[in-house]
């Protein structure tokens, strides 16, 4: 089986590259290294099932012929900060949107069908019942990166109905683990490195997610693209519990060992756009016969860990 996945030299694209080689597979990487970085695909270097190219999405005449000879596709591509939204408009719409748009349109023009998409919780909007299902809907996203998520999964329920193609749209929790690039707790990790005696956390610290740990998370997603064959296969991954902000920030202080006080901004929410409670059912997930193996706040612990241990040999 030949894959491609796109944005995988990113922090979840990398762990899903490692289970295809893992599951005996070859697998051709797209990504434009915007946040992505070589390091994490470094060692399968000299592995003739492992190819990378850099390429970005945004260019369809530069990004179609990649998908010759391609099996399965896996579109991870995009911007992963949510808050940039709120200072650059367009980001999004391209790296997001239009970036699907011509990874559908590249697999069209050379008939590739299956694509699987990592889609996310923010899709739900705020008003949203938690834990949140599935069938909730209508789907209102609040921010800018929420609203490109909800146009992918549009786009290819478009292609999914007018040109034949299957799908697997994963909606994500947080995702967190080693090579982390940003988030909560890489976020912590480096204020707490520049000012050691206060940690200053963006809202009030009520804020609660769920955390699922990257393992989990490309465990889940070989395990469903593999199990169900529908047309159109939409399914929630993350844990059944949440944790909070404040926390985390009690975390992460710990694991960074220093004796720091907590700072709060204020507020509901961390940003404009940042939705303050957020959890999924993950019903159709564990009737699967998948259990993630940690829950939020075991997966917090063990990625600061992690992290730290990174931060630090970078540093070195
Ligand atoms: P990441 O930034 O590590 O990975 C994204 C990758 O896409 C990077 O390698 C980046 O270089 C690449 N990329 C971005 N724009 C591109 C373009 N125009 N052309 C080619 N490559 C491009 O982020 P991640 O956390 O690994 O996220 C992977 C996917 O999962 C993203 O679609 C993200 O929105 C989604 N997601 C992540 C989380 C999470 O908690 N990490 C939660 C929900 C959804």
């Known amino acids: 089986m030949q894959w491609l996945v796109t944005g995988g030299a990113g922090f979840i694209g990398s762990h899903l590259v490692d289970r295809i080689v ?7 990487v797209l990504d434009d290294l915007s946040s992505g970085r070589l ?3 470094a060692h399968h270097e000299g592995n003739e099932r492992v190819a990378f190219v850099k390429v970005d999405l945004r260019d369809l005449e530069a990004t179609a012929p990649h998908f010759e000879g391609v099996d399965r596709v896996v579109h991870l591509a995009a911007n992963p900060d949510i808050r940039l939204g709120t200072r650059v408009t367009d980001t999004d719409l391209q790296h997001g949107t239009v970036a699907t748009y011509n990874v559908l349109e590249s697999m069209r023009r050379h008939g590739v069908a299956e694509i699987a998409f990592a889609s996310s919780s923010v899709v739900y909007g705020e008003d949203a019942p938690l834990p ?3 069938d909730h809907g209508p789907c209102i996203p609040i921010s800018l990166y929420g609203a490109s998520k909800a146009a992918g999964e549009g786009l290819i329920g478009a292609y999914v109905g007018t040109f034949g193609f299957r799908a697997w749209v994963f909606r994500f929790a947080n995702i967190i683990g080693a090579r982390g690039t940003h988030g909560v707790i ?11 005696d206060n940690l200053e956390v963006l809202g009030d610290g009520r804020q609660e997610k769920s955390y699922m740990l990257v393992e989990d998370c490309v465990d889940a997603m070989m395990h469903i693209i593999g199990q169900h064959n529908v047309p159109f296969t939409l399914m929630n991954l993350g844990t059944e519990d949440t944790c909070s902000v404040r926390r985390i920030a009690e975390i992460v202080i710990d694991v960074v060992g220093v004796n720091a ?4 901004t204020g507020g509901d929410r961390g940003w404009a756009g940042d939705i303050p409670r957020a959890r999924l059912a993950i019903d159709r997930l564990v009737a699967s016969g998948f259990q993630p193996s940690a829950a939020s706040e075991a997966a ?3 990625t ?3 992290l ?7 540093h070195d």
Do not use: M, W
């Open 186 to 196: 890489f976020d912590f990790i480096h204020k707490l490195r520049a000012t050691p």
């Open 300 to 302: 917090v612990r063990q």
């Open 39 to 41: 390091e994490f695909l």
């Open 22 to 28: 893992d599951a005996g597979d070859s697998v051709k």
């Open 308 to 314: 730290l241990r990174e931060i630090l040999a970078e």
């Open 132 to 134: 949140t299902p599935e």
């Open 261 to 264: 006080g907590i700072s709060y």
């Open 304 to 306: 600061a860990e992690l």
